[in-house]
């Protein structure tokens, strides 16, 4: 039998079928008791590079929508599995909440997203950016985290 775990608790026994209908990425260990020896492994492995420094981070980002002909150039910041800070120098709002976009960082590629909100700090334009976990920018390891979406 397979066993699942997430924040310390543990759910099964699953058989093989049973568990291709489970989305594994909704929990962290798994454990089949069919193997020698039996010990949790991780679903989603640790990283492989160690983060850099903080100087070394690239965080300059290009955010353009696919419905306007609108491309904004920003500090990415504040970057959470779903979430993050576009950090502009522009004083004119030209994307606004709800609108769907494509995020690339320095050329790598796109990934969708959308504005979830927008602020002013000191006079320039931030925009608070969302994404499917999957797609968040790895801003240490130096590669997006999910596949292209375009």
Same mark, same amino acid.
């Given at each position: 039998?397979?066993?699942?775990?997430?924040?310390?608790?543990?759910?099964?026994?699953?058989?093989? /079928?049973?568990?291709?209908?489970?989305?594994?990425? #909704?929990?962290?260990?798994?454990? /089949?008791?069919?193997?020698?020896?039996?010990?949790?492994?991780?679903? /989603?492995?640790?990283?492989?590079?160690?983060?850099?420094?903080? $100087?070394?981070?690239?965080?300059?980002?290009?955010?353009? $929508?696919?419905?306007?002909?609108?491309?904004? =150039?920003?500090?990415?910041?504040?970057?959470? &599995?779903? @979430?993050?800070? &576009?950090?502009? #120098?522009?004083?004119?709002?030209? &994307?606004?909440?709800?609108?769907?976009?494509?995020?690339? &960082?320095?050329?790598?590629?796109?990934? @969708?997203?959308?504005?979830?909100?927008? =602020?002013?700090?000191?006079?320039?334009?931030?925009?608070?950016?969302?994404?499917?976990?999957? /797609?968040?920018? #790895?801003?240490?390891?130096?590669?997006?985290?999910?596949?292209?979406?375009?």
């Amino acid at each position: 039998m397979i066993y699942l775990a997430r924040f310390g608790k543990t759910f099964g026994p699953f058989t093989p /079928d049973e568990l291709a209908s489970i989305r594994l990425e #909704d929990y962290s260990w798994i454990l /089949d008791s069919r193997k020698n020896p039996q010990e949790w492994i991780a679903i /989603d492995p640790a990283p492989v590079l160690q983060p850099h420094s903080e $100087s070394e981070i690239a965080r300059h980002a290009l955010v353009f $929508s696919p419905h306007f002909p609108t491309a904004i =150039r920003g500090k990415l910041t504040q970057v959470q &599995l779903e @979430r993050g800070t &576009l950090l502009t #120098d522009e004083s004119q709002v030209r &994307l606004e909440a709800g609108s769907p976009i494509q995020l690339q &960082l320095e050329g790598r590629p796109a990934v @969708r997203a959308f504005i979830e909100g927008v =602020r002013f700090l000191q006079g320039k334009v931030t925009y608070l950016l969302r994404w499917g976990a999957t /797609d968040a920018p #790895d801003l240490h390891g130096g590669a997006l985290a999910g596949s292209p979406r375009m």
